[in-house]
């Protein structure tokens, strides 16, 4: 049975297993669940990559985490990655919410501000005031209109895209694996099918603008890069790496007047090797940095990994860390629960 067979296993598993149960076989003090966007909205830009939290889903995951963790602030999260553990009461979590979306000062800060929680954002200066759109969202706009693209279009798109076949299941498989590198080429896509990315900036403004981040760092929120422009690690250069962690940094430094360095890898930081990781400490003085792996520690104290809060299995928090908790003792019983780097 594979890693992956296994955790699919446990998931569906832990069901059937109490939260306190699973809990005290994990034995973990401090957790990291992150987030994306909380709408009642439908929003065309996301519903195509994963579950959007609804208002009612999250709070009812706030009154979860803080009925059964303590919120913790930023400086124990510094403390922890200098050898410190939580003294005394509840497991500790922090949150945090990557991407920038406008719903963080619309709908999610109010949230977190009402129920006493500290957390972190981690926004892409590149998209920062509706200048461009995250690549994916381009692709989950593009898939939202695919549907209604005559034989004509599919036709062209597909030869577009190299393709022979042009089935709507084709094309968006094909769509679905684009990546940073193919941004021309999505966005001659949607030249074609006549999808106006420029015109839902402007009618939608998804982004947080500079001074919505400000005022949320005024309250007392942490502000972090997520990368320049969300590529995907692994498929870098180690200079178009240090380039995207110093271009964002630049950006919080003499934009927002930010200079506390914190960063959460985009997609993940799979495939990304220790020297790497190493000199985010070591050469661009970042404090914390993050992944996306779930209960899992890495072989760098500073670099924490965190909980992916969307899992399309799970409806509500307390499932969702339970499986989390299973999967770590499972794990742990084979000595696999450290993340080794090349």
Avoid at 227 to 245: I, K, N, T
Avoid at 294 to 299: A, M, Q, R
Wanted: charge should be neutral; proline fraction near 5%; charged fraction near 25%.
């Amino acid at each position: 049975m594979n890693g992956m067979s296994v955790k699919k296993a446990v998931y569906q598993l832990s069901r059937a297993v109490p939260f306190g149960l699973a809990a005290r076989l994990c034995r973990r003090h401090f957790v990291f669940p992150f987030y994306h966007v909380v709408s009642d909205e439908k929003l065309p830009h996301i519903r195509q990559l994963y579950p959007v939290v609804t208002t009612s889903r999250f709070r009812d995951d706030l009154r979860f985490w803080l009925q059964n963790f303590q919120p913790a602030a930023f400086p124990e999260v510094i403390d922890l990655i200098s050898g410190g553990a939580p003294s005394g009461g509840k497991p500790r979590f922090f949150l945090t919410f990557d991407d920038g979306l406008r719903e963080m000062a619309d709908l999610v800060a109010p949230l977190l501000q009402e129920f006493g929680v500290p957390a972190a954002f981690f926004v892409n200066p590149a998209f920062l005031d509706n200048r461009r759109l995250f690549y994916r969202h381009k692709i989950s706009l593009l898939l939202e209109k695919l549907p209604a693209f005559s034989a004509a279009v599919r036709h062209a798109v597909a030869l577009k895209l190299g393709q022979e076949d042009a089935s709507k299941k084709l094309l968006e498989s094909v769509l679905r694996k684009l990546t940073w590198r193919d941004e021309a080429l999505i966005d001659a896509v949607a030249a074609i099918g006549q999808v106006d990315f420029d015109g839902f900036l402007t009618s939608q403004k998804p982004y947080l603008t500079s001074e919505q981040v400000k005022t949320l760092w005024q309250q007392g929120f942490v502000i972090g890069s997520h990368s320049y422009d969300h590529p995907l690690f692994s498929e870098l250069s180690d200079e178009e790496r240090a380039a995207q962690v110093e271009e964002s940094f630049r950006f919080f430094e003499e934009k927002l007047e930010i200079s506390e360095r914190i960063f959460a890898f985009p997609f993940t930081d799979d495939g990304v090797q220790a020297a790497f990781i190493r000199s985010l400490r070591e050469q661009h003085g970042v404090a914390v940095s993050f992944g996306t792996a779930g209960l899992k520690d890495d072989v760098f104290p500073f670099h924490l990994q965190r909980i992916a809060m969307e899992n399309p299995s799970f409806y509500s928090a307390r499932e969702m860390i339970r499986a989390e908790y299973l999967y770590h003792f499972a794990r742990s019983l084979a000595g696999k629960n450290k993340i080794g780097r090349p």
